[in-house]
Every structure is written in C-alpha cells, then in structure tokens.
C-alpha cells in the first residue's frame, strides 16, 4: 500500500497533505501542537480505525479523505462511521465500519480470523492495524496500545492466523467431536439391541403406551430455551438485515424513477427553486442531479443489496445450524423415549435398521479420524506458534541491538513484561523493533506509520540507525518528529539521502486547518459525489 493523499475539513477549515512519497517521510516541526499527530489519526481514521485523536478535537464534525493505490487506486470518504469507496471509478457505500471492514477484507487485504467467545470472527481493522501503527498516544509495551474489546494474546492469534495456522478453539471442538463420538456408539449398541428387539416384537404399539416419563426435564427444559433464543435472536437479525435490503431496493427504484423524470424535465424544490437533488448515506450527502453522481450511487446501492444478501445469506446458515442443534439435541434424550419417536409407527423394517446401523459405523469411523487430525492439527500450531514467536522476538532484539548496542533490555516475548518500566527512549525503541520485526517476519504491503518516532529522548545516533534500518525496510514510511529549539533545521532531515522531509513549522499552534483549503478539498470528495 502506497499512501499518496490525506486530508480532512468540514467546509470552514481544511486541510491536504499531497506530499508523501514512496520511501521514508518525516513530518517534522519545532515545536508541539503544529499538527503532525492530526494528520497521522486522519490516516488511520479514514482507513477504518477507531478514533484517537487529540482531545478537544472534534472529530465528528469532519470528513476524512485518503487517497492510495494497493492492486488499484482507492480513494477513502469517511465520516463518522459512514464510508463511501472509490475503487477504479466503481463506487460502494458503507453506514458503519463492520461493513467497510468486510469490503477491505474482500478487496484489499485478507484480514485474519480468531477464535474468540467460542466463535470464529474477523478481527477488527484497529487490532489489525496494531502490527505497523504506533499513534502517540495511549502505548503500554504490555499489552495492545487500543484494548477495545481484544487482548494482547487474542493479538498472538491474530499474527498465528497471518501464519497460516489459525488458533481455533480445538478444545471445544475436541469435546463436541468426542460427545458425537459417545452419541454414535450409543445409538449403534440401541440400533443392534432394536434388531433383535424387532425380531422379538413385530408390533410396537403396546411398547409405546408403557411410556410415561422424560427423564432430566429441568435440564432439557433449559437446554430447549437456549437454543430456541438463539434461533429468535438468529431471525430478529435476518428480519432486519431484510428489511434493509428492502429499503435499499425501494431507494433504487426511487433512484430509478428519478432518472426517468430528470430525462422527461426537471425536478426542483417547490420552497426555494433549487434543482439540485441530494441523497444522504448517514453522514454524507451526495448530489444526485449530477447524472454521473446518481449511476455511481445506484451502483453503490445494488453492491450494498448485494452486500445485504451475503449477510442474509449467513445468518441464515448460522440459523440452520442452530435449528440443526435443537434437532440434534431432541434426539439426544433418554433411549426409551428415542425408541418411542422413531419406532413407534413401525415404519422401520429390519433392512432399513441395518442400512442405518453400517452408515452409523462409517459415520463412527470418520468421526474418529476428524478427532485424531484436529489433534495432530492443534500439535502443528501450538509448535508454530512457538517458532513464529521466537523468531519475530529473535528480530526484535537484533533491532535492539542495533539501535542500542550497550542497552540492558532483551526481549522473551512479543509483549512486554507487565508494568516493566522504561527509562528515557526504551519505550520508542520497543516500538521500533517490534513493527520492524513484524514486518520483516510477515513482508506485509502496509506501509510503517509511527507518530513521533523520536519520544523519549532518543539520542542523535540512535535516530540515524532507526532511519537507515527505516530505509532498508523496502516500504513506505511514515513518521513524526518534534525537534528541540537547539537542534531544528529547516534542512535536518532532507539532507539525509532517501528522506522526503516535510516541514510543519511554519503552522501557528494547533492551525493546520485553513479556509484556503477548502476548495480543494471539496473537488476532493465531490469526486465520489460528496457535498458539504
């Protein structure tokens, strides 16, 4: 990924920053509050991040835009959790960020899976940019930097799905496995006791009158509501993602309407005359008079329906499974109850009971084997896991070492020790060592982001291997620097080769955004059709 192009305003005040290019950046000034750490938050902001921009900053009220190419050119409108994506002049829109995250997830960059409250999820795209972004802000070495709703092991999960060797829940899996196992053997002992039993009585019916009880009706009784909450909870989610494809569906046919109108006459606003015509996606309005504008947001629409009808789609399947649990449960119950709601209309013949019987002992076999690999499986990982940490915290402190060669710190771990506490610039320098290691490890496409990269009073020499070790990464670079009054110079770092230094000092204190650009920033994302 090349970042090319930020910016963010509101229509009173913006701001661009177009000078990036494809090697190492430093943004730079002589004093705080000039910026830099704006630019860095509408960065990671406009790619889906959670927000953690300085306080007193009113995010919200803002758009962010980001221009960058990755197997294509993509341009980036968010505000706040609505998105909209132009992607090679095909345009999609987003209402939140799980819905963008699923749309990175399938264009730009195959996000890992965790298992995490006994589900497989996609991880969040904040935990996901943890591995080459360190904001400012809110770092502690011992755990991740933004908590949200993950921890710094379901981080480890995350780098072992990178890998190639997911950590699934396998205990779990190993018992369900190992319960269908007992269920099966089970009901191959009562289908061989049946065969004799039918042999030995031809007619059930008196059989079934002698049944009275269920046994455990407390527990089965609470098992029965629990499933069957899942499966309301299941159809409550179906039923309102279908009502939003319904309401999209409706929208384009009042697109499509429109179209036809707008080629009949002209529409415009009985209160003030206007003829332009917006739409509003949450936060962002588009103008869709524009004929261009309407054909991309109708476009847009039928991939969100689209969109809405894989969502459909899965919690259909998830309903299913749960419908299929409640089956499976309804037949695990006491055997003389089983015997009563299969066998009682004797409709099973000794040929169909030994049909069931020799496909039940298949079934036992393969279960069996499913157990053995899932077993051989969790060997594998745990195993890969060890080697893939011990050798991204191997990479970690030969960074250290370079960078400190005298320094007392060395590394076991990915993370640190909990409350360890850093003297002068160790904290910067962990950082340092841990999204270069992780990029050398994985030889991920993201570019490095680190916003001021210099915290702690890094020494002169220091910051010269950090910036070499920068520029050997063969990647984009992005970082933030505030120099002390005795050492800044307009020239510090675009005297360094392979260093595109950019200046913030002529900024007055916490002005970055200005008026003069705001026209710009208006063609910016009237592009994807967006009005103020």
Do not use: W
Request: hydrophobic share 35%; aromatic share 12%; glycine share 4%.
């Amino acid at each position: 990924m090349i970042i090319n192009k930020v910016g963010f305003g509101n229509g009173i005040d913006s701001y661009i920053e177009d000078r990036f290019e494809n090697t190492v950046n430093v943004i730079y000034s002589d004093d705080n509050n000039k910026g830099k750490t704006l630019v860095f938050q509408a960065i990671m902001f406009a790619l889906g991040n959670e927000p953690i921009f300085p306080s007193g900053f009113f995010y919200r009220e803002y758009y962010y835009y980001i221009n960058f190419e990755h197997n294509g050119r993509y341009e980036i409108v968010r505000k706040g959790d609505s998105f909209a994506v132009l992607k090679n002049e095909e345009l999609s829109l987003f209402d939140n960020v799980t819905e963008f995250k699923y749309f990175f997830n399938k264009n730009i960059y195959k996000l890992p899976i965790i298992t995490k409250d006994k589900k497989e999820h996609l991880v969040d795209l904040f935990l996901f940019y943890q591995i080459f972004f360190v904001g400012q802000d809110k770092r502690n070495p011992s755990n991740l930097i933004q908590k949200g709703r993950y921890n710094k092991d379901e981080f480890i999960d995350m780098l072992c799905s990178l890998n190639g060797y997911p950590i699934t829940n396998i205990n779990e899996k190993s018992e369900e496995l190992e319960g269908e196992i007992k269920k099966l053997k089970e009901e191959i002992n009562t289908l061989k006791k049946l065969g004799q039993f039918f042999d030995e009585n031809p007619n059930l019916a008196g059989y079934v009158n002698k049944s009275k009880d269920f046994e455990k009706h407390v527990e089965a009784t609470q098992k029965l509501k629990i499933l069957n909450e899942e499966i309301t909870e299941y159809k409550k989610k179906r039923s309102r993602e279908i009502n939003r494809k319904t309401r999209l569906e409706f929208l384009l046919n009042e697109l499509n309407s429109l179209n036809r109108t707008l080629k009949q006459g002209r529409i415009i606003c009985s209160k003030c005359g206007s003829d332009v015509i917006l739409y509003t996606n949450s936060d962002i309005k588009f103008e869709v008079s524009n004929d261009i504008v309407r054909k991309q947001v109708k476009s847009a629409i039928n991939s969100q329906i689209q969109q809405k009808q894989e969502v459909i789609g899965e919690l259909s399947r998830g309903l299913n499974k749960v419908q299929s649990d409640l089956t499976n449960f309804l037949q695990d119950m006491p055997e003389e109850i089983r015997k009563i709601l299969l066998y009682s209309d004797e409709l099973i013949q000794n040929n169909e009971l030994d049909e069931k019987l020799h496909e039940a002992m298949l079934k036992l076999e393969e279960l069996k084997q499913e157990k053995k690999n899932l077993e051989d499986s969790e060997g594998k990982a745990k195993q890969k896991r060890i080697e893939m940490t011990k050798e991204i915290v191997s990479k970690m402190n030969y960074y250290y070492k370079l960078v400190d060669p005298r320094g007392q710190l060395h590394f076991n771990k990915i993370f640190t020790v909990n409350n360890i506490t850093f003297s002068g610039s160790q904290e910067q320098e962990y950082y340092f060592c841990r999204v270069l290691a992780l990029s050398d490890y994985f030889a991920h496409d993201f570019p490095i982001v680190i916003d001021s990269f210099r915290d702690g009073e890094l020494s002169t020499r220091k910051e010269e291997v950090m910036i070499e070790c920068y520029k050997k990464a063969n990647k984009q670079i992005l970082l933030s620097a505030t120099l002390k009054e005795e050492e800044y110079s307009a020239t510090k770092y675009s005297d360094i080769e392979g260093i595109n230094a950019i200046d913030y000092s002529e900024f007055q204190d916490s002005k970055l955004l200005q008026e003069e650009y705001n026209i710009r920033f208006a063609k910016l994302i009237g592009k994807l059709g967006i009005t103020f």
